[in-house]
């Protein structure tokens, strides 16, 4: 049973839009949402992340939106580059907020259109 | 994090160890897999040295943490339903620091 649902499974954007990520978990108990970002060839790199006692978290471009009641979290990208283009996954840690229990997303390949 | 090698073929029961090493000085360290349209599962972790763990999906891996540096996946019958993109990773401890990947290796069992 998957914990983490992610969607879309793809996205195409163009440049200067709004790239919107979604993701949903089942486990109240998770209690650490990152989101990790991978190039191709390349190993997935941590790019924000949110605790769920804040409902908003913004790096840059990059905003994750939290939504405690609804068990549902979203990557936002502002202004897409062509450089944005990687996969995405969301994840959830379960009880005890450690990184070595995260279970990720299915991903999310984003292409930015120049 | 170092992973070698970036690709391997394998011949079914044809025992591999995929190697893995971090300079980081990290405590924690771990294994997963990344299948087309199943995202990353996770195979063992290890917290410390000598300590290891089963993560999601186990079977038909083993590893050992006899050192902090190195965290080794041993396969030691593969079969083609191993075959995938492995990916290490480590972190300092398992409180949600984060995860430091290597670039992957790149494995079929045909």
């Known amino acids: 049973q998957q914990q983490v649902k992610q969607s879309p499974q793809s996205l195409i954007v163009q440049k200067g839009g709004i790239s919107i990520i979604n993701c949903a978990y089942e486990n109240t108990a998770f209690d650490y949402f990152p989101w990790y970002q991978q190039f191709p060839g390349k190993g997935p790199a941590l790019l924000i992340a949110i605790r769920p006692d804040v409902s908003e978290k913004k790096e840059g471009r990059f905003t994750i939106s939290f939504n405690k009641s609804a068990k549902q979290f979203s990557l936002h990208i502002m202004d897409s580059q062509p450089g944005d283009s990687a996969t995405y996954f969301c994840?959830?840690?379960?009880?005890?907020?450690?990184?070595?229990?995260?279970?990720f997303g299915k991903g999310t390949k984003l292409s930015v259109k120049p | 994090v170092t992973q070698t090698p970036k690709f391997q073929v394998l011949k079914t029961g044809q025992s591999m160890t995929l190697q893995c090493a971090q300079d980081?000085?990290?405590?924690?360290m771990y294994w997963y897999r990344q299948d087309p349209g199943l995202g990353l599962r996770q195979i063992y972790y290890s917290m410390n040295v000598e300590v290891t763990d089963k993560g999601d999906v186990p079977e038909g891996y083993k590893v050992s943490r006899k050192e902090k540096r190195n965290f080794p996946l041993i396969l030691e019958s593969p079969s083609p339903n191993q075959t995938s993109l492995y990916f290490c990773a480590s972190s300092w401890t398992a409180d949600n620091s984060p995860l430091h990947f290597g670039n992957g290796t790149r494995l079929t069992v045909t």
């Open positions: 994840a959830a840690s379960r009880a005890g907020g450690s990184q070595g229990n995260l279970i």
């Open positions: 980081m000085n990290h405590n924690s």
